[in-house]
């Protein structure tokens, strides 16, 4: 039976509808709210104006930069998680996702008095205290986001892949490190790029965390969503829109790549 019928027949269903209209309204006027500002004054702004060119260059470049560390980190933690039974599973497991709940003023927070010049790791390591209040307190925050993301995608799509190939790559004499590059990898990139592309576009508005790590300051930590806040909270409004407009363009082409990329999988 359609389920176009049992929706003809259905009150239920009919009446299911009705929240769905009303959060998709929501989404469609938000952004639609956004995209209506951008006539050719705006238009002129996006482009010309030389506080937005520093933001976007500082989300592209700082995001970029945490998007490979969190590569880095995320994909060889990802795989021995997925082959490894650890001591304390579920507590690790728990402690790792705890980046993607905690609400981002708390992360900056907990981030900086990690890091400043009384923390623990400064303590150890001095000169990181003075990462704070820089671009690299940008990158931190980021990739502290971004790993959380990615680690929890790449456990998903290791664990999805059967063991089997994995076994007779060891039985075939290949190391775990040879077997991880030539056939866990190329089996698993599709996943993974969209794992990637998630915490890409997580990293590029994390904006929270940021404040907390690198403080505002324009033309030093200014990223795009930086660049809303600072402009709002000055009242130019108009460069607020034209940063919302970057991050609306940016998160768009992500969306995009993500589902043809899907599409393909």
Known sequence: MKVSYLLNKS???KLALLPLLI?????LGSVLSLITQLDMHF??????????????LMSL???LLSLILALCIA???AWVMSQVQLPFQKFIDTILDLPMVLPPLVTGLSLLLLFNSQGIVSQLVPFISQWIFSPIGIVIAQTYIASSIMLRNACGTFSALDVGYRLAA???GLSPFNTLLKIELPMCWKPLLCGAILAWSRAIGEFGATLMLAGATRFKTETLPMAVYLNIASGDFEIAVGASLWLLFISACLLFLLRTINRNI
């Open 11 to 13: 009150a239920s269903l």
């Open 23 to 27: 959060l998709l309204l929501i989404v």
């Open 43 to 56: 238009f002129k702004i996006i482009l010309t104006d030389p506080e937005l060119h520093f933001a976007l």
């Open 61 to 63: 470049s700082t995001s």
């Open 75 to 77: 994909i060889p933690s």
């Open 170 to 172: 060891y039985n075939l």
